[in-house]
C-alpha cells in the first residue's frame, strides 16, 4: 500500500497545483489552508466552471488509482488467504476512492440598474409647431414646441423675459425666436411678468428671488410634458428681460447653461452674490443706447453696469485668460470674444446703433450658434 500512498499524494499534489493556476488566473489570490468551500465565495462566476472541470477530471484520476490500487491488493489478498488458517483471512477493497468535492454555483450578479427614462406625467398640452399657455406656480408662460420635437429626444429649452412694460406676447413676436435657428432646434418658454417687470431692477415688483423661484418651478412644470435637456437650458431677454437674463446668470448657474442679452438693462443687483459657477455669458449691444448705455450710467437713483465691466466679471468667473479676439459680423458689428474661458464670454458690439433688438446682424440666430456651443 506504500505504493498507492505515495500515488494519492503525488494525485493531491497536482489537482493542488491545477485549481491553484486556475485561481490565478481567475484573479483570485486564495487562503493558504482554504478548502474548496471557501474559496467559492472568492472566485469569479466565468471560473468556476473551469475548476470544476478540474476537479472531475482530478476524481477520475484518483478513482482510476484506486481501482488499480485495490485490484493489486485483491491479488495479493486471494493468494494470502490461500496460506492462512481455516477461519482466517484478509480483507478485501480495503481503500474507498476519495472524492473532491466540487465548487458550488456563484451566487448570480444582480444586474446593474438602469436609469428610468423620462416619461411624461401628463398629456402634452401643446402640439408640435405651436404656440400655447399653461399655468404653474401661480403663475403662467407661453411656450412653443418645435415642430420636429421628439419626445424620444431630450430637447433644449430656451426662456425668454419681455421688456419693462412690454407684453410676453408682444415680445415673443418682434424676438422672432421660433422663426430662427431657436425655434427650430428648442422648446421656448416666456414666463410672464408681475408688474411688466423683472428683479434686479428698480421697476420690479416682485422681491428678490421671486422672480427666480418661479423660474425654476416653471422649467420644472415643463419638463412634465416634454422631454427636455437639463444640460441644455438657455435664457435671453430684452432690456430689463435681459437683465433678468443676467439675473438668470447670477443666481441660477446650475440650472442654466448660458444666457445673452440683447440690449440688456444691467442694473447693479444683476450681478450680486452670484453663484460662483462657470456659465456661458454673451451681451448684444447698441455703442449708441441713449436708454442703458455701453459704457454705464445711472437710472431711477441706481447704477446701470458698463457693458465691459460685466464682460469682464464673467471672464473672471469662467477663468479666461488674457487677450481678447474681435471679428466683424456683417457690415455693422463686432464680435468681441475672451480668450481660453471655460465657458465662452462674448458681446456683439453694433455700431452706430440704439436701444434695439436687432435683426441684422440676426439676436437670435447669433445667440444660438453662441449658447448652443455650451452644455453643462
Given at each position: 500500500m506504500g505504493t498507492f500512498i505515495v500515488a494519492c499524494v503525488k494525485i493531491v499534489k497536482t489537482i493542488a497545483g491545477g485549481l491553484a493556476a486556475l485561481l490565478v488566473a481567475g484573479g483570485v489570490a486564495?487562503?493558504?489552508?482554504?478548502?474548496?468551500?471557501?474559496?467559492?465565495?472568492?472566485?469569479?462566476?466565468?471560473v468556476t466552471g473551469q475548476v470544476n472541470t478540474a476537479i472531475d477530471?482530478?476524481?477520475?484520476?484518483?478513482?482510476?488509482?484506486?481501482k488499480q490500487a485495490n485490484a493489486e491488493w485483491n491479488k495479493f489478498v486471494d493468494m494470502a488467504n490461500q496460506s492462512l488458517p481455516s477461519g482466517s483471512s484478509l480483507p478485501r477493497n480495503p481503500v474507498q476512492a476519495p472524492q473532491i468535492p466540487r465548487l458550488p454555483a456563484p451566487a448570480p450578479v444582480p444586474a446593474p440598474a438602469v436609469p428610468r427614462s423620462w416619461a411624461p406625467q401628463a398629456p402634452a398640452p401643446v402640439a408640435n409647431g405651436t404656440n400655447g399657455e399653461i399655468r404653474a406656480a401661480g403663475r403662467s408662460y407661453l411656450i412653443w414646441v418645435p415642430r420636429n420635437y421628439n419626445p424620444a429626444n431630450p430637447s433644449p429649452v430656451m426662456v425668454g423675459y419681455s421688456a419693462y412694460q412690454d407684453s410676453t406676447e408682444n415680445f415673443r413676436n418682434y424676438s422672432r425666436l421660433r422663426e430662427s435657428s431657436v425655434g427650430r432646434n428648442a422648446i421656448?418658454?416666456?414666463?410672464?411678468?408681475?408688474g411688466a417687470s423683472w428683479e434686479g431692477s428698480p421697476t420690479a415688483s416682485t422681491g428678490p428671488g421671486q422672480d427666480i423661484a418661479f423660474v425654476r418651478a416653471m422649467i420644472n412644470d415643463v419638463q412634465r410634458?416634454?422631454?427636455?435637456?437639463?444640460?441644455?437650458?438657455?435664457?435671453?431677454?430684452?432690456?430689463?428681460?435681459?437683465?433678468?437674463?443676467?439675473?438668470?446668470?447670477?443666481?441660477?448657474?446650475?440650472?442654466?447653461?448660458?444666457?445673452?442679452?440683447?440690449?440688456?438693462?444691467y442694473y447693479a443687483p444683476v450681478n450680486q452674490g452670484c453663484q460662483n459657477l462657470p456659465i456661458a455669458?454673451?451681451?448684444?449691444?447698441?455703442?449708441?443706447?441713449?436708454?442703458?448705455?455701453?459704457?454705464?450710467?445711472?437710472?431711477?437713483?441706481?447704477?446701470v453696469m458698463p457693458v465691459p465691466e460685466l464682460f469682464t466679471s464673467y471672464s473672471a468667473r469662467n477663468g479666461c485668460g488674457p487677450g481678447l479676439d474681435r471679428a466683424p459680423v456683417g457690415n455693422n458689428a463686432t464680435r468681441v470674444s475672451a480668450r481660453g474661458?471655460?465657458?465662452?464670454?462674448?458681446?456683439?458690439?453694433v455700431h452706430g446703433s440704439n436701444h434695439f433688438w436687432w435683426y441684422s446682424p440676426s439676436a437670435a440666430d447669433e445667440m444660438w450658434a453662441f449658447l448652443s456651443r455650451h452644455s453643462k
Open positions: 486564495a487562503p493558504a489552508q482554504a478548502g474548496a468551500q471557501d474559496l467559492s465565495s472568492q472566485i469569479p462566476g466565468q477530471n482530478a476524481n477520475r484520476t484518483v478513482s482510476d488509482a484506486t421656448i418658454v416666456y414666463p410672464r411678468a408681475i410634458y416634454y422631454n427636455i435637456d437639463r444640460r441644455r437650458i438657455y435664457a435671453t431677454g430684452m432690456s430689463t428681460g435681459g437683465g433678468m437674463a443676467a439675473v438668470s446668470a447670477c443666481h441660477m448657474a446650475d440650472l442654466f447653461a448660458g444666457v445673452a442679452g440683447v440690449s440688456g438693462a455669458f454673451m451681451a448684444l449691444h447698441g455703442m449708441n443706447d441713449t436708454l442703458t448705455p455701453y459704457y454705464g450710467t445711472t437710472r431711477r437713483g441706481v447704477r474661458c471655460s465657458k465662452g464670454v462674448e458681446v456683439i458690439q
